[in-house]
């Protein structure tokens, strides 16, 4: 019976973030724009609570959260306001419900990516350090892929247009501690959601890049 249940909850859970992401693909590019770009915050909302609840056995996982969200925030503070580690940048108004200036969500996204790119790296490989390593490149790939289209959605915008060299590294100083945090507590999570809640930000994202012309004329 429990078994059963692990299943069930970890299938419902990738079968919603499917129906959100695609459906966000869909409305953005062909149908009410605004409106599905305005849905964002439910969608990382949605995302987040699956991901708490899938994890629900390995009760780690909340701590890694709760350090990733109030990194992620601090680091994200100090970025606006100052232009320390990520540039100078600012926050659009899509993302929902600010803290000095920073989303509440940044800080979600950032316990999101953590235990997303972390899990993902320890089903793949042995080896401690590469699993850092991993950990932290997946998440400066999706950050990759976000960064051209962020002003579009207003996201974030950096001072020039374009994010520096700087906003790179800045990401890779802040994943790194945060991935070694994960990897160090030793996690173990067996279901799959991780993993599908990775490729479908990665797959959303990359669309949405690759259709980037006519997301500027539907905005």
């Known amino acids: 019976m429990e078994i059963k249940e692990k299943i069930t909850s970890n299938t419902i859970a990738i079968a919603l973030i499917w129906l959100f992401h695609v459906s966000g693909i869909v409305g953005i590019l062909y149908g009410n724009s605004q409106w599905f770009v305005g849905a964002t915050p439910l969608n990382l909302t949605l995302s987040f609570v699956l991901l708490l609840w899938t994890s629900r056995e390995n009760k780690k996982v909340y701590l890694v959260a709760l350090v990733a ?3 992620g925030m ?3 503070g100090l970025g606006v306001h100052y232009g320390l580690i990520f540039g100078n940048y600012s926050y659009g108004d899509a993302l929902g419900v600010k803290f000095k200036e920073v989303p509440i969500l940044i800080g979600i996204n950032w316990s999101i990516l953590t235990i997303c790119c972390a899990a993902i790296a320890r089903s793949m490989v042995n080896n401690y350090f590469i699993r850092i390593l991993l950990g932290v490149a997946l998440m400066l790939l999706l950050d990759f892929v ?15 247009g374009k994010p520096p060299l700087q906003n790179f590294i800045g990401w890779f100083l802040v994943a790194l501690p945060l991935n070694i945090l994960y990897q160090s507590l030793k ?33």
């Open 69 to 71: 969200f109030f990194v």
């Open 74 to 76: 601090i680091a994200e």
């Open 146 to 160: 976000i960064e051209p289209i962020a002003p579009v959605l207003d996201f974030w915008e950096f001072e020039g």
């Open 187 to 219: 996690i173990e999570l067996k279901e799959s959601y991780t993993h599908h809640l990775f490729f479908l930000q990665l797959l959303f994202f990359m669309i949405l890049l690759l259709q980037l012309n006519t997301l500027q004329n539907a905005l």
